[in-house]
């Protein structure tokens, strides 16, 4: 039986990876145009926020998932 951390680990593994499948299923079939529309001028186009939370992500993701993995093992 997992112990409560073992279980949670698993679950934020899970988490992380959804994170992506779930921005690849709402916008891996925009076309270009759709990517970059703006409702105005001073809004961001979904183009805009998809590289904002990539950008984001690629600092934060992969200090989480060395954490869930340790503690993972411990």
Known sequence: MATPLESRTGIWAAEL???SRALEEL??????EQRRWKENPKSWSV???IEHLR???AG???PMERAVAK???V
């Not at 916008?27 to 270009?32: A, I, S």
Request: hydrophobic letters at 25%; charged letters at 30%.
């Open 60 to 62: 934060y993701r992969p």
């Open 17 to 19: 990876r959804e994170v």
């Open 27 to 32: 916008c891996g079939g925009l076309t270009e």
């Open 55 to 57: 950008a984001t992500n």
């Open 71 to 73: 503690a993972a093992r």
């Open 47 to 49: 183009g805009e926020c």
